[in-house]
């Protein structure tokens, strides 16, 4: 006979953790298993929409994030073929939004402050070392196989979420499609100190070229660190193990040929990108969030942000059916909202964010597209209603209805 659980979420990535102290903090009993023995560190996400804040707010985890992270507001298009620079600012949100502003964090960090305030719940707790192998349910639960050190277990929950990444094993256990395509091209996310810091950058530059095209941007705001996310592209038939023996070539072309002497790698990391979307995201008991659920490319950090939008809208109904009994409906909203929300629009824009930055070679289509960039510097209403969007991707309550 195996435990029983109320809520088990597979993976202790932030989308996990998230979920986990939303229910826990309802009171809920819930348990994240992880196939990893810790944290994973590797760089990722380190940008969240000021539209994200809210909710780490009403969490209580805003205070924690902005001490260890940064708030920014510039961007900038940086043209490597014509050498115009347009900058805008999320200044035009500010009297509109609480928070008008994106955060600046790595993913790992962010991921630690989750779980400190996890571990403070005696109603939670996290299973390292447990790497889910395979899923079956029935209609009052799931019933969870689990391999760690000592070997086979088994737990039994009322719901699961599957929160276990792009590879996601509840997906694959389901049977679930996991329908969209993958790029090409390698994305390739280095993090670098800067002993200049960079100066004259904006904290986000969008360096527009189809060969040297690049994502830079800050990740510590202290000076003595100076420490930058620089994200290109390479086309995915070089060898991904010599990706470090590349990088000099592609810094060159940017910051000039010494830049090798000025600088210090702190991590490289090789990606393959998708746009892709399970076909639901609900499966009876089972429900899927973050990137279990939905992967994209990172041109325009949508993917985590999604994420943290599928954790809001879980913990709140998820919690719902749990502790106020409300009709698991809800649940099957949660999974046509949000997966409404990642194909027809931030699948979409990440798409177009990518082709902009990376596949700029129609100069009349390139100018057409930078055309509302430079608009949005001069007219902060346009700026503002443009930047709205993120908002989009969050699903209002879905219990009102
Ligand atoms: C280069 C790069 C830059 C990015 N930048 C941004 C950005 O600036 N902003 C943004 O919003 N997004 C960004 N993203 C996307 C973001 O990193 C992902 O969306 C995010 O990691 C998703 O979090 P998650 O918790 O859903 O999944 P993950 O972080 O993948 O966590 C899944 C967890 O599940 C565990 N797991 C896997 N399989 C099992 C199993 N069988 N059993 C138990 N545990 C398991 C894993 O070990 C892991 O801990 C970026 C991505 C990349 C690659």
Same mark, same amino acid.
């Given at each position: 006979?195996?435990?029983?659980?109320?809520?088990?979420?597979?993976?202790? #990535?932030?989308?996990?953790?998230?979920?986990?102290?939303?229910?826990?903090?309802?009171?809920?009993?819930?348990? *994240? *298993?992880?196939?990893?023995?810790?944290?994973?560190?590797?760089?990722?996400?380190?940008?969240?929409?000021?539209?994200?804040?809210?909710?780490?707010?009403?969490?209580?985890?805003?205070?924690?994030?902005?001490?260890?992270?940064?708030?920014?507001?510039?961007?900038?298009?940086?043209?490597?073929?014509?050498?115009?620079?347009?900058?805008?600012?999320?200044?035009?949100?500010?009297?509109?939004?609480?928070?008008?502003?994106?955060?600046?964090?790595?993913?790992?960090?962010?991921?630690?402050?989750?779980?400190?305030?996890?571990?403070?719940?005696?109603?939670?707790?996290?299973?390292?070392?447990?790497?889910?192998?395979?899923?079956?349910?029935?209609?009052? #639960?799931?019933?969870?196989?689990?391999?760690?050190?000592?070997?086979?277990?088994?737990?039994?929950?009322?719901?699961?979420?599957?929160?276990?990444?792009?590879?996601?094993?509840?997906?694959?256990?389901? #049977?679930?499609?996991?329908?969209?395509?993958?790029?090409?091209?390698?994305?390739?996310?280095?993090?670098?100190?800067?002993?200049?810091?960079?100066?004259?950058?904006?904290?986000?530059?969008?360096?527009?070229?189809?060969?040297?095209?690049?994502?830079?941007?800050?990740?510590?705001?202290?000076?003595?660190?100076?420490?930058?996310?620089?994200?290109?592209?390479?086309?995915?038939?070089?060898?991904?193990?010599? *990706?470090?023996?590349?990088?000099?070539?592609?810094?060159?072309?940017?910051?000039?040929?010494?830049?090798?002497?000025?600088?210090?790698?702190?991590?490289?990391?090789?990606?393959?990108?998708?746009?892709?979307?399970?076909?639901?995201?609900?499966?009876?008991?089972?429900?899927?969030?973050?990137?279990?659920?939905?992967?994209?490319?990172?041109?325009?950090?949508?993917?985590?942000?999604?994420?943290?939008?599928?954790?809001?809208?879980?913990?709140?109904?998820?919690?719902?059916?749990? *502790?106020?009994?409300?009709?698991?409906?809800?649940?099957?909203?949660?999974?046509?909202?949000?997966?409404?929300?990642?194909?027809?629009?931030?699948?979409?824009?990440?798409?177009?964010?990518?082709?902009?930055?990376?596949?700029?070679?129609?100069?009349?289509?390139?100018?057409?597209?930078?055309?509302?960039?430079?608009?949005?510097?001069?007219?902060?209403?346009?700026?503002?209603?443009?930047?709205?969007?993120?908002?989009?991707?969050?699903?209002?309550?879905?219990?009102?209805?």
């Amino acid at each position: 006979m195996s435990e029983e659980q109320q809520v088990v979420v597979v993976g202790a #990535g932030p989308t996990g953790l998230l979920t986990a102290l939303g229910l826990a903090q309802q009171g809920i009993e819930v348990t *994240v *298993v992880e196939r990893a023995p810790g944290l994973q560190d590797a760089p990722r996400a380190i940008v969240y929409h000021w539209s994200t804040l809210d909710g780490l707010d009403r969490l209580g985890l805003f205070e924690a994030a902005r001490t260890a992270g940064f708030f920014k507001q510039d961007y900038a298009y940086r043209v490597r073929r014509t050498g115009e620079i347009v900058e805008y600012g999320l200044q035009p949100l500010a009297g509109r939004v609480k928070h008008p502003y994106n955060l600046h964090l790595g993913q790992g960090a962010l991921a630690r402050i989750i779980l400190d305030e996890v571990e403070k719940f005696p109603n939670a707790r996290v299973l390292w070392r447990h790497e889910l192998i395979g899923v079956s349910q029935d209609e009052s #639960g799931a019933e969870l196989r689990l391999r760690s050190d000592t070997g086979e277990t088994s737990l039994r929950a009322a719901w699961v979420v599957g929160a276990d990444g792009a590879r996601s094993a509840v997906r694959g256990a389901l #049977g679930l499609g996991f329908d969209g395509m993958t790029w090409p091209e390698r994305f390739v996310a280095a993090n670098i100190r800067f002993p200049d810091d960079r100066e004259g950058w904006a904290q986000s530059t969008f360096y527009v070229d189809e060969k040297y095209g690049a994502i830079i941007a800050k990740i510590d705001e202290s000076c003595e660190h100076g420490l930058w996310r620089y994200t290109y592209m390479e086309d995915a038939a070089l060898p991904a193990e010599t *990706v470090t023996e590349r990088l000099p070539g592609f810094l060159a072309q940017v910051f000039g040929e010494d830049v090798m002497e000025r600088i210090e790698l702190d991590a490289i990391s090789p990606y393959r990108m998708h746009q892709r979307s399970a076909s639901t995201y609900r499966a009876g008991r089972v429900l899927l969030a973050g990137d279990a659920a939905h992967a994209t490319n990172p041109c325009g950090g949508l993917g985590l942000t999604m994420g943290l939008f599928d954790a809001y809208a879980l913990i709140e109904t998820l919690g719902a059916v749990v *502790v106020k009994g409300v009709d698991d409906s809800v649940l099957t909203r949660y999974a046509d909202a949000r997966r409404t929300a990642f194909v027809d629009k931030a699948s979409p824009r990440a798409t177009s964010n990518k082709q902009l930055i990376f596949h700029s070679g129609d100069s009349a289509k390139l100018d057409q597209d930078l055309e509302i960039f430079r608009r949005m510097g001069r007219e902060p209403e346009l700026a503002a209603e443009v930047l709205y969007f993120t908002k989009t991707l969050e699903s209002p309550s879905l219990l009102a209805r």
